[in-house]
């Protein structure tokens, strides 16, 4: 097949990594590798040859419309060159969705989850269990015609964001595993849920890491406080001095 025999080249040409990426936080022992259902290639190929079947629609439908000869002359000649380009275009496009399936990658340990997705433009990104927030089983119409489901995972990412009208909530991070059978979706799900609970009865995540940031004790702020007066008292005699001596004050 065309696609087989190009497909290393193409590789090397885009400096794609083949082998999966190396696996998360966690023990070595829980590490899982696995891929989107094929039928996730096929809703992709789908998509793709509809959008480009309807474009070459319109461009006979305009072909078969022209109202003289000279035009219809003139719009063939437009039409073979548009055609030419579309389908150099979908054939481009069909072995760049073909490579990004096949060089899509998720990770899955006790303790983290890892994606990888894309050969032209490579994306790998990494959720902690401890910080999960949400997880949505999503399946549209073509889904539920094709037998998959995205499973979407979303995480607290720490931090706030400065605005003025912000109430002070945290990052978000969110990731998709799409493509993937209904019942390893489900199964995914729940097993991400137990470990989130595990965390957090075992004192990790959010909640934990807040109790056990210590906070500051009389004593700790006296301390800071004498510092502080002291670092404000030498300063204030540097300042003298320079004042005293006639040189200019920075």
């Known amino acids: 097949m065309l696609y087989d025999a ?45 959008s480009i079947a309807l474009v070459l629609g319109f461009e006979l439908l305009g072909w ?16 073979v060159a548009v055609v030419a380009v579309t389908v150099v275009l979908m054939l481009g496009r069909y072995f760049l ?39 949505t089983l999503h399946q549209g119409p073509l889904e539920r015609l094709l037998g998959i489901t995205h499973l979407h995972i979303e995480t607290a990412g720490g931090g706030a964001s400065s605005g003025a009208g912000d109430s002070g909530a ?22 991400i849920l137990a470990l989130v609970t595990s965390y957090g009865d075992s004192g990790l995540g959010e909640k934990a890491a807040f109790r056990s940031s210590p906070g500051l004790h009389s004593r700790d702020i006296k301390a800071r406080c004498d510092v502080l007066a002291e670092i404000v008292g030498e300063l204030r005699q540097i300042n003298r001095t320079v004042g005293a001596s006639g040189l200019e004050k920075p």
């Open 170 to 191: 945290g990052i978000y991070h969110k990731g998709r595993l799409e493509g993937i059978d209904p019942k390893t979706a489900t199964e995914l799900r729940d097993r």
């Open 6 to 50: 190009l497909k290393e080249p193409l590789l090397e040409l885009l400096k794609a990594p083949r082998d999966p990426p190396e696996p998360p936080l966690g023990s070595a022992g829980s590490v899982q590798i696995f891929k989107a259902s094929p039928r996730y290639l096929t809703l992709k190929l789908l998509i793709h040859f509809g």
């Open 97 to 135: 969705i073909r490579l990004d399936y096949d060089m899509r990658f998720y990770v899955l340990t006790d303790r983290s989850l890892r994606i990888r997705r894309g050969a032209l433009s490579i994306e790998e990104s990494t959720y902690t269990f401890a910080n999960v927030q949400n997880l």
């Open 64 to 79: 078969a419309l022209a109202p003289t000869p000279e035009a219809t002359a003139a719009l063939s000649v437009v039409s």
